[in-house]
């Protein structure tokens, strides 16, 4: 489902995706469920993500014949998620796309200022062959997919796509102005955020649920 208001904005409202995601928010889903579900829900969206890769023709033969079949034509992808949460992601999309290279990114949110704050970089040499997904299951203030995404474009990659499950409307409206030319894909659009930068109704701090840290 496309936003009106967000042009880029795929919001991903399959029922598999959406029954996954509800247990995902449940406060009584354990660390192990969580960290399933969130690999679950990122395969099933890379699925989706990846729908305008271009194809083209190669000659295959079956049991029975030659045939004319058709493979993906020589895109490179390239998986980048945003330590610490985005790692959560990563094996859902590796599961669709093997031969993807993966890189990191590591941003924490100054809890004063709720700025992102760097502390580690580190991208596929060959970036600039590829197309890249940057990861993240939570988009809050959008302050750390921004800082990401241009993090990325110093490298200059052919595209880049931005991949979480939950975003909040503000995140969405700082991310767009900031990065018009990146597609946005995520599972819901919740309500708001709150006083301390949290997705309401949300699923809680993604990186704790997801490494049992809480």
């Known amino acids: 489902m496309k936003m009106e208001e967000y042009p880029n904005v795929f919001v991903m409202d399959h029922p598999l995706i959406q029954h996954k995601l509800t247990f995902l928010r449940d406060v009584s889903t354990g660390t192990k469920n969580f960290r399933e579900l969130v690999s679950e829900i990122a395969m099933l969206m890379c699925y989706e993500a990846t729908r ?88 809050a203030t959008g302050g750390s997919a921004i800082d990401a995404i241009t993090i990325v474009k110093r490298s200059h990659p052919k595209s880049i796509k931005f991949l979480c499950v939950i975003a909040a409307p503000e995140g969405l409206k700082a991310l767009t102005e900031a990065h018009p030319d990146v597609q946005i894909y995520c ?24 490494f049992g840290t809480l």
Request: charge should be negative; include cysteine.
């Open 187 to 210: 599972a819901a659009v919740d309500r708001c955020l709150n006083e301390n930068g949290y997705i309401l109704p949300g699923l809680g701090d993604a990186g704790d649920r997801i």
């Open 52 to 139: 305008d890769l271009p194809l083209m023709n190669v000659e295959t033969v079956t049991p029975m014949e030659k045939t004319t079949t058709q493979v993906i034509a020589g895109r490179k992808l390239a998986f980048v998620p945003i330590l610490r949460a985005g790692l959560g992601m990563v094996d859902g999309m590796l599961s669709m796309v093997p031969s993807a290279k993966v890189g990191h990114i590591g941003l924490y949110r100054d809890h004063d200022t709720l700025k992102p704050v760097e502390y580690y970089n580190k991208l596929p040499q060959d970036i600039e062959e590829r197309d890249v997904i940057v990861l993240d299951p939570m988009l």
